[in-house]
């Protein structure tokens, strides 16, 4: 499998500061967009990944709810603390 997922932008959907709890609207490269859910006590932690069905899954091409993304889920949290997408994020 040589699809390998890249985030492009990433917004906050909603956050509760007082509990560490965000949650994430992330948009990849090739245009797949995901919600994130993580938490933050006090390093930040993804608790849940799935895709939303605006576009089929770039893995199975299905237009419904897949799991796909959760085998990605650690190469994508990795890039949410590497390029600080989360700070960035809220900073705005
Ligand atoms: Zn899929």
């Not at 090739?30 to 859910?37: A, L, M, Y």
């Not at 770039?58 to 590497?82: A, T």
Request: glycine fraction near 4%.
């Amino acid at each position: 499998m040589s699809y390998r997922p890249s985030i492009a932008q990433l917004q906050v959907a909603s956050k509760n500061e007082k509990d560490g709890l965000y949650e994430f609207t992330m948009k990849l490269v090739d245009g797949t967009q995901c919600r994130v859910f993580y938490s933050k006590a006090p390093d930040w932690k993804m608790t849940a990944i799935s895709r939303l069905q605006k576009t089929p899954c770039p893995v199975c091409r299905k237009d419904f709810i897949c799991k796909c993304m959760d085998q990605w889920s650690g190469d994508l949290h990795q890039q949410m603390i590497e390029d600080e997408w989360m700070q960035k994020a809220l900073a705005e």
